[in-house]
Structure formats: structure tokens, C-alpha cells
């Protein structure tokens, strides 16, 4: 459940008199997603999503965010553009948070992706680093290592309560990742989150990426990493070769990987793997059940951090 602030018609229809977005006609709260309350909008111009900004975004970040998905549209990449206000701001307030306008990309996305689906989001994802690569705003990656260690000194404690001797097998990961994780890798503004829920598919052919709300400057080859893991594992956590081996192709048939880039793929999988267990964990032990945040199981990438372990050559990620 993703609606945590309730909007009543007069104070949206308020806050819509500061658009040229024409009359509301509906609105209504969107289920999905887990950081911010979205509803779905139509007015007499058409469909918007309408966003207020919980706490965990900060707002200071926001310039960022919003002006990238503007960079990014404007570069041709199909990601939703915020609508701007009479004054040319593109956040106001609403129902006392911080709330932004953007338009609405039709498509829905893929709950069984298949090794086509992963080729075109390797495609888009070198797109996009292609194109923000002269965004002027940068934002540092919160979530690197000093942030995963905030994250886990928070969990520690209570980390075998999930499974017994986690704390141990995970403080393993930190020595290791601390000391092989790579200093100079091709760098630029990645999305950081692009698992199956945020990219759109209309069939097969890829229609537009979503929820750069985590989006920040980091090594393009962490993001390709991120992907492979939310998008080639199948649901017994088995590695699909045919499945990497198409996301690859795709990212490469844009902005083909360095040989530097190349050889840390299994650091990086790995690292990645583990900022992803870390959030997880971090909210599964102190979100209180029922409470309407979306808790994920951080078991499924305990499991993808002991798969990426025993890779011995980036072959078997399917890199050619
Ligand atoms: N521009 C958009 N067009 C269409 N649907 C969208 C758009 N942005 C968000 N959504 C819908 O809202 C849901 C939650 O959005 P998301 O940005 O992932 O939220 P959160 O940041 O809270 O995780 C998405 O799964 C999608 O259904
Ligand atoms: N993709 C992350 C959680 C972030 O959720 P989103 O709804 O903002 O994409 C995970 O799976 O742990």
C-alpha cells in the first residue's frame, strides 16, 4: 500500500489551480509502490500521476530528481515529465507534504519478464547513462558502502533472528567488499533502482522508466549490476544464463562495457546484491507489522549475495 497522506477534492483542486492541466475529473490512490504516496489523475487534459514526498525522500533532492527525469525526456528517453506550475516551480504543497505533478506513461510492467524484456532494459539503461551523462546536477550514491554500514550497524544485532549466523556471513561480505570494491570505474548519473515495477512494457517493446527517486552518481557498471539481479534470477534464486546474456547484449549494443568495467561486474553484483538485502533487512526488522509500509523479504538476496560469491569469471554473468 502505497497512499500514507489521504487528499480530500477541494485541497487537490487547490493545488491543481496552480497548473494548466484543465478540470480534475478522478482521482484515486495507487497500491503499488513503497516510498511515497501516489494517485492517479485524470482532468479534462488528460491522465497525470500525482506524487507527495513521504519522509524517507529528502526534499533538498528533489531539484535533482525531477530536473533528470526533465533532462532525460528532453534527450528522448521515454520517462515521465514533471508539469510545471504558473510560477515554473515543479513541486508545491499538498495536504502538508512537498508534492510534484508528472505525466503518465501508459504501459504496465512485467511480473514474468522474459530474456526479450531484459534486452530491451539493457538497451534503455545504457540509454539513459548515455544521456545523463551532461546532466549538470549531481548527487552523491547514499546507499555505498558507508551507507550499507549505517544500514547494518542498525541490524547487526538482530540479523540471526532471519537466519541463524547471518550477522557472521554478512560481516564476511563487508571485509571483502571493503577491500576488493573498485576505486576508478566509468562514472555518471545512474537510477540505482531499476528492478521489473519500474520499468513499462507495452508487449515487448519497453515504453518508458519510472521512480528515479533513488537516481545519484555512481559507476554505470553498478546500475547493469543492480539489473542483473533483479531481472535474471528466477524464483528458486537460479541464475538465468539466457536471461543475463540478453541483458548484457542489449546494454552493450549501446555503450559496450571496458574490460575494467567488465572484470568488476562480480564485486559489484555482489555489492549490490547486498545493498539490497540491507534496506530490506533494515525494514523488516524495525517496521512494525501492519504498518503500511511494504516490507521485502531480504532472504531473496541473501540468496543472490551466496550465488554472486561463487562466481569465479564474468562469463557466467553471460557477458560475451
Ligand atoms: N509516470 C507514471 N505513469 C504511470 N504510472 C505511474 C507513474 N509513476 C508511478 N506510477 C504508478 O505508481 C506506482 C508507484 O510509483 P513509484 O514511483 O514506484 O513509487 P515509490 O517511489 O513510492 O516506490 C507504480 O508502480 C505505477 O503503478
Ligand atoms: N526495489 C527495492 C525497493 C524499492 O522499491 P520501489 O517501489 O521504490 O521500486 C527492493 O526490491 O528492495
Given at each position: 500500500?502505497?497512499?500514507?497522506?489521504?487528499v480530500?477534492?477541494s485541497?487537490?483542486?487547490a493545488?491543481l489551480?496552480?497548473?494548466?492541466?484543465g478540470?480534475l475529473?478522478?482521482?484515486?490512490g495507487?497500491?503499488?509502490?513503497s516510498?511515497n504516496?501516489n494517485?492517479?489523475?485524470?482532468?479534462t487534459?488528460?491522465?497525470y500521476i500525482?506524487?507527495?514526498?513521504?519522509k524517507?525522500v529528502?526534499?533538498?533532492?528533489l531539484?535533482?530528481?525531477?530536473?533528470?527525469?526533465?533532462?532525460?525526456?528532453r534527450?528522448?528517453?521515454?520517462?515521465?515529465?514533471p508539469?510545471?506550475?504558473?510560477d515554473?516551480s515543479v513541486?508545491g504543497?499538498?495536504?502538508?507534504?512537498?508534492?510534484a505533478?508528472?505525466?503518465?506513461?501508459?504501459g504496465?510492467?512485467?511480473?514474468r519478464?522474459t530474456?526479450?524484456h531484459?534486452r530491451e532494459?539493457?538497451?534503455?539503461?545504457?540509454?539513459m547513462?548515455l544521456a545523463g551523462?551532461?546532466?549538470p546536477?549531481?548527487?552523491p550514491n547514499?546507499?555505498?558502502?558507508d551507507?550499507w554500514?549505517?544500514?547494518?550497524?542498525?541490524?547487526h544485532?538482530?540479523a540471526d533472528?532471519?537466519?541463524?549466523g547471518?550477522?557472521a556471513?554478512?560481516d564476511?561480505?563487508f571485509?571483502?567488499?571493503?577491500e576488493?570494491w573498485p576505486?576508478?570505474?566509468?562514472a555518471?548519473?545512474?537510477?540505482?533502482d531499476?528492478f521489473?515495477d519500474n520499468v513499462?512494457?507495452?508487449?515487448e517493446k519497453l515504453?518508458?522508466?519510472?521512480?528515479f527517486?533513488?537516481?545519484?552518481?555512481d559507476?554505470?557498471?553498478y546500475d547493469?549490476?543492480?539489473?542483473l539481479?533483479?531481472?535474471?534470477?528466477?524464483?528458486?534464486?537460479?541464475?538465468?544464463l539466457?536471461?543475463g546474456t540478453?541483458?548484457l547484449?542489449?546494454?552493450?549494443?549501446?555503450?559496450p562495457?571496458?574490460?575494467?568495467e567488465?572484470?568488476?561486474?562480480?564485486?559489484?553484483a555482489?555489492?549490490?546484491?547486498?545493498?539490497?538485502?540491507l534496506?530490506?533487512l533494515?525494514d523488516?526488522l524495525?517496521?512494525?507489522d501492519?504498518?503500511?509500509v511494504?516490507?521485502?523479504?531480504?532472504?531473496e538476496?541473501?540468496?543472490r549475495l551466496?550465488?554472486h560469491?561463487?562466481?569465479?569469471s564474468p562469463?557466467?554473468y553471460?557477458?560475451r
Open positions: 500500500m502505497a497512499v500514507y497522506t489521504d480530500s477534492e485541497e487537490l483542486e493545488f489551480a496552480e497548473y494548466s492541466v478540470r475529473l478522478s482521482y484515486k495507487i497500491a503499488e509502490g516510498e504516496s494517485f492517479l489523475l485524470h482532468t487534459s488528460g491522465a500525482l506524487t507527495l514526498y513521504e524517507r529528502d526534499k533538498s533532492d531539484p535533482f530528481f525531477l530536473g533528470l527525469m526533465e533532462h532525460l525526456a534527450k528522448g528517453i521515454s520517462c515521465p515529465l508539469v510545471h506550475r504558473s515554473g513541486t504543497t499538498l495536504a502538508g507534504r512537498t508534492a505533478l508528472i505525466t503518465f506513461l501508459e504496465m510492467w512485467m511480473r519478464p530474456a526479450a531484459c532494459v539493457g538497451k534503455a539503461l545504457a540509454g547513462h551523462a551532461d546532466f546536477l549531481s548527487r547514499a546507499l555505498q558502502i551507507g554500514r549505517k544500514l547494518w550497524d542498525g541490524s544485532a538482530r533472528e532471519v537466519e541463524p547471518l550477522a556471513e554478512v564476511a561480505d571485509a571483502e567488499l571493503g576488493k576505486k576508478d570505474l566509468p555518471g548519473v545512474i537510477h540505482a531499476l521489473p513499462f512494457f507495452l508487449g515504453s518508458g522508466l519510472i521512480d527517486y533513488f537516481a545519484c552518481n559507476f554505470y557498471a547493469v549490476a543492480t539489473c539481479n533483479a531481472w535474471c534470477f528466477e524464483k528458486d534464486f537460479s541464475f538465468n539466457t536471461k540478453a541483458l547484449a542489449g546494454y552493450q549494443s549501446v555503450r562495457l571496458t574490460s575494467a567488465k572484470e568488476a561486474l562480480p564485486i559489484l555482489r555489492g549490490s546484491a547486498l545493498r539490497f538485502m534496506t530490506r533494515y523488516w524495525t517496521i512494525p501492519g504498518a503500511l511494504q516490507k521485502r523479504d531480504p532472504m538476496y541473501i540468496r551466496r550465488f560469491r561463487r562466481i569465479k562469463s557466467e553471460g557477458l
